[in-house]
C-alpha cells in the first residue's frame, strides 16, 4: 500500500497540477477516467476536482494490483520513447520514497518493494541526513512542498535532540518547542554565539545560522501540510531546495561540531 503522501504527489501528476508534470501532458482527464473504469468497473467519478478525483480512486483502491495497472495503462500511453522513459522515471522517484519501484514483466508493470531498501535506524548520523536530504530532494520533484517544509524542520529536529542527549543523556521536555531546542544548542550545547568567534567571517556565519533556523521554522508553520498560508506553499523550486541545501548543511555542521566538541573531551580526559 502506498502512502497518503505518495498518493497525493501521484494524484498531482496526473491532474497536471504543481512541478514536473509536463511529461504527462499526453495524457487527457478523459484518457484517465476510462483507465479508472476499466480498472474498476463499478466506479464513478464522484467530484469535478480532477485532483481529487484521481486522489479519491487512489485511496479506495490502494491495492499494489489495480495501482498496478494503472501504472501500466499510463506508460503504454506514452508511445514516444523519451516520454516514455521520463514517465517512469518520474514515478519510480515518487515511489521510491515508500520503498516500491515499477518494473517491467511480461509487457506490464508491477510495483516491487525495492530490494535496496535501507533501515534508517542502522545509519550513523552523517547517513542519516544524506538520507533525508535524498527523500527530500524527491519530494521536490514530486511537487510537494509542503512535505519538504515538514521534513526539513524534523531533520534539524533530530540533530538537536540528538546532541542534547549526547550531552545530559537524558531527552527534552515533551512541550520544548523547536526555537527553544535551538536556544539550547546555541547558548550551552554547542555555543555557536557569534561574539565567540575571533574571525569576523565566522561571526557573520554564525549570525545566519539563526536566521536559517527561524526560517525553517517559519515556512513549516505557514506552509507545511498543517496549515494554508498560500503564500509558502507556491515558492519556486528553486527557493524550497534553498531551504532543503540549508538545513542539509547546517545539520551536516551541528553533527561535525558535536564531533570537534567531543574529541576535545577525549583528549583533555587521557
Given at each position: 500500500?502506498?502512502?497518503?503522501?505518495?498518493?497525493?504527489?501521484?494524484?498531482?501528476?496526473?491532474?497536471?497540477?504543481?512541478?514536473?508534470?509536463?511529461?504527462?501532458?499526453?495524457?487527457?482527464?478523459?484518457?484517465?477516467?476510462?483507465?479508472?473504469?476499466?480498472?474498476?468497473?463499478?466506479?464513478?467519478?464522484?467530484?469535478?476536482?480532477?485532483?481529487?478525483?484521481?486522489?479519491?480512486?487512489?485511496?479506495?483502491?490502494?491495492?499494489?494490483?489495480?495501482?498496478?495497472?494503472?501504472?501500466?495503462?499510463?506508460?503504454?500511453?506514452?508511445?514516444?520513447k523519451e516520454i516514455f522513459n521520463s514517465?517512469?522515471?518520474?514515478?519510480?522517484?515518487?515511489?521510491?520514497?515508500?520503498?516500491?519501484?515499477?518494473?517491467?514483466?511480461?509487457?506490464?508493470?508491477?510495483?516491487?518493494?525495492?530490494?535496496?531498501?535501507?533501515?534508517?535506524?542502522?545509519?550513523?548520523?552523517?547517513?542519516?541526513?544524506?538520507?533525508?536530504?535524498?527523500?527530500?530532494?524527491?519530494?521536490?520533484?514530486?511537487?510537494?512542498?509542503?512535505?519538504?517544509?515538514?521534513?526539513?524542520?524534523?531533520?534539524?529536529?533530530?540533530?538537536?535532540?540528538?546532541?542534547?542527549?549526547?550531552?545530559?543523556?537524558?531527552?527534552?521536555?515533551?512541550?520544548?518547542?523547536?526555537?527553544?531546542?535551538?536556544?539550547?544548542?546555541?547558548?550551552?550545547?554547542?555555543?555557536?554565539?557569534?561574539?565567540?568567534?575571533?574571525?569576523?567571517?565566522?561571526?557573520?556565519?554564525?549570525?545566519?545560522?539563526?536566521?536559517?533556523?527561524?526560517?525553517?521554522?517559519?515556512?513549516?508553520?505557514?506552509?507545511?501540510?498543517?496549515?494554508?498560508?498560500?503564500?509558502?506553499?507556491?515558492?519556486?523550486?528553486?527557493?524550497?531546495?534553498?531551504?532543503?541545501?540549508?538545513?542539509?548543511?547546517?545539520?551536516?555542521?551541528?553533527?561535525?561540531?558535536?564531533?570537534?566538541?567531543?574529541?576535545?573531551?577525549?583528549?583533555?580526559?587521557?
Open positions: 500500500m502506498l502512502s497518503f503522501a505518495t498518493i497525493k504527489a501521484i494524484a498531482s501528476l496526473l491532474a497536471k497540477q504543481g512541478e514536473n508534470c509536463e511529461e504527462f501532458d499526453y495524457l487527457t482527464y478523459d484518457h484517465i477516467i476510462k483507465l479508472l473504469k476499466i480498472i474498476t468497473p463499478s466506479w464513478l467519478p464522484q467530484n469535478e476536482n480532477r485532483m481529487n478525483t484521481f486522489f479519491y480512486w487512489m485511496i479506495e483502491n490502494n491495492d499494489l494490483n489495480y495501482l498496478s495497472q494503472l501504472f501500466t495503462e499510463i506508460i503504454k500511453l506514452a508511445n514516444q514517465v517512469i522515471k518520474t514515478l519510480n522517484n515518487i515511489l521510491i520514497l515508500d520503498g516500491y519501484k515499477l518494473l517491467e514483466h511480461n509487457k506490464n508493470y508491477v510495483l516491487v518493494e525495492t530490494a535496496n531498501t535501507v533501515d534508517f535506524n542502522e545509519l550513523n548520523n552523517f547517513d542519516k541526513i544524506k538520507a533525508e536530504h535524498k527523500y527530500l530532494i524527491a519530494r521536490l520533484n514530486s511537487g510537494d512542498y509542503n512535505g519538504v517544509y515538514t521534513r526539513a524542520r524534523t531533520m534539524i529536529e533530530m540533530v538537536f535532540d540528538q546532541l542534547y542527549k549526547e550531552s545530559t543523556d537524558d531527552t527534552f521536555d515533551s512541550n520544548k518547542q523547536f526555537l527553544d531546542k535551538w536556544g539550547w544548542v546555541k547558548n550551552h550545547g554547542l555555543k555557536l554565539i557569534p561574539a565567540n568567534y575571533k574571525v569576523e567571517a565566522l561571526r557573520n556565519l554564525a549570525q545566519s545560522f539563526g536566521t536559517i533556523i527561524q526560517s525553517i521554522n517559519d515556512l513549516r508553520n505557514n506552509g507545511s501540510d498543517a496549515h494554508s498560508n498560500t503564500a509558502a506553499k507556491s515558492l519556486p523550486k528553486h527557493h524550497v531546495e534553498l531551504l532543503i541545501n540549508s538545513a542539509v548543511t547546517l545539520s551536516l555542521f551541528l553533527l561535525s561540531s558535536i564531533e570537534f566538541q567531543q574529541s576535545i573531551k577525549g583528549k583533555k580526559n587521557e
